[in-house]
């Protein structure tokens, strides 16, 4: 961050009208188990489908909870988990990455949720609540989300939160 840059207002806590947004804490762990240890077979190319929790542990998600304040702190990356307002579930986690500050204050957007929490509405709330954040509160002029072409989901819900698709980067993720 550079000099010229307010101090963000970390940690956030947003709220939507069926979903928690907010850092990860330690206390989450057995919720964030819980969440991938319910996830359907693999639904289609970038859905990973169901996840091994044996190598993780609650020192790891410790930690994991420190590097994710310690990004906030420098301003590289703010990490929300999503959580359901009524039951406290882990849903699933959205991300503005820093980009560039400087004259650019430019963002990536990331964003995934559990399989069996899709089509319902979730993600759109949560990414809805994320860009504005982004933009009001953390002060970036401009978000993008780099989306794979043959991601149509996510590529249907960036269309639907009101992102514009501009260009292809070739090159920008590795293939295979």
Request: with cysteine; proline share 6%.
């Amino acid at each position: 961050m550079t000099d010229t840059n307010p101090p963000i207002p970390w940690p956030l806590r947003l709220e939507t009208d069926r979903l928690i947004l907010r850092p990860f804490q330690p206390k989450d762990f057995e919720a964030w188990c819980t969440g991938l240890a319910g996830r359907l077979p693999q639904q289609y190319p970038y859905d990973e489908g169901p996840i091994s929790l044996e190598s993780y542990d609650e020192a790891w998600f410790t930690a994991l909870c420190q590097r994710h304040q310690e990004q906030a702190r420098q301003d590289y990356a703010y990490i929300f988990g999503i959580f359901c307002k009524g039951t406290q579930r882990h849903l699933g986690h959205a991300d503005l990455s820093t980009i560039q500050r400087a004259e650019k204050q430019w963002a990536n957007l990331g964003y995934g949720l559990h399989n069996q929490y899709w089509r319902q509405g979730f993600a759109q709330e949560a990414v809805r609540v994320v860009l504005r954040v982004g933009f009001q509160q953390l002060g970036y002029h401009r978000i993008e989300a780099a989306i794979n072409l043959d991601n149509y989901p996510s590529m249907a819900l960036a269309t639907k939160v009101g992102l514009q698709r501009e260009c292809v980067r070739r090159g920008r993720a590795a293939s295979g």
